[in-house]
Nanobody, 123 residues
Framework: QVQLVESGGGLVQPGGSLRLSCAASGFRLSSYKIGWFRQVPGKERERISCITSANRSTDAADSLKDRFTISRDNAKNTVYLQIHSLKPEDTAVYYC????????????????WGKGTSVTVSS
């Protein structure tokens, strides 16, 4: 059974950092690009960044790439999202998703989705 499970969310103060994890099971992670996305209620889901099977970051949102870093460990079947200097506007549900490695990485293209982990940035 294909699964993506996000973890690491929670309540954090402005200026803080978080590392989100996306654990994959039921498929070969190395054959897929993995993307991190986020969604605020009432707004469209937006792409943060993606990472190829060769561990190359791609399709990073210009407004976020200075504070968001994506990485992967295929041996652990896990992809990470490191977030620095968190702002209240980063409050959202964060999702990871997988797409076949030769396909583009955007919301409608993704084959598998996790259920998300909630991040709240507030003092």
């Amino acid at each position: 059974q294909v699964q993506l499970v996000e973890s690491g969310g929670g309540l954090v103060q402005p200026g803080g950092s978080l590392r989100l994890s996306c654990a994959a099971s039921g498929f070969r992670l190395s054959s897929y690009k993995i993307g991190w996305f986020r969604q605020v209620p009432g707004k469209e889901r937006e792409r943060i960044s993606c990472i190829t099977s060769a561990n190359r970051s791609t399709d990073a949102a210009d407004s976020l790439k200075d504070r968001f870093t994506i990485s992967r460990d295929n041996a652990k079947n896990t992809v990470y999202l490191q977030i620095h200097s968190l702002k209240p506007e980063d409050t959202a549900v964060y999702y990871c998703a997988a797409v076949w490695m030769n396909n583009r990485c955007f919301v409608r293209a993704m084959n598998f989705w996790g259920k998300g982990t909630s991040v709240t940035v507030s003092s």
